[in-house]
């Protein structure tokens, strides 16, 4: 969607023949694609889901990983940082990557 947004006033995605989404980028990342997600690795998910919970909108695990689905990242950043039992993924809404 990065690129997208740099090159493209209007978007179509067709699914399968189907359209299942039209507008500006900016549009369609904040109603389809929505919130930024920080994805969390670490010994004891369950743990984590616990303590990051009132931050976020949405928690999922996966294994080892703990997905954060958040409208602002800067509390979970601020609880996981220079945790030496952790490392973490952030990934914005616009699908760009950032890792810590």
């Known amino acids: 969607m990065e690129e997208t947004e740099r090159l493209c006033n ?4 067709i699914e399968k023949g189907r359209k299942v989404a039209e507008g500006r980028p900016r549009e369609l990342i904040e109603s389809v694609i929505g919130s930024d997600v920080i994805e969390i690795f670490g010994p004891d998910p369950q743990a984590l889901a616990a303590e990051l919970e009132p931050f976020a909108q949405r928690i999922e695990i996966s294994g080892q990983t703990l997905f954060c689905y958040v409208d602002d990242p800067q509390p979970v950043h601020a ?20 890792r810590a």
């Open 79 to 98: 609880r996981v940082k220079g945790r030496a039992d952790v490392h973490y993924l952030h990934r914005p809404a616009s699908s760009c990557v950032s």
């Open 10 to 13: 209007r978007l179509c995605v």
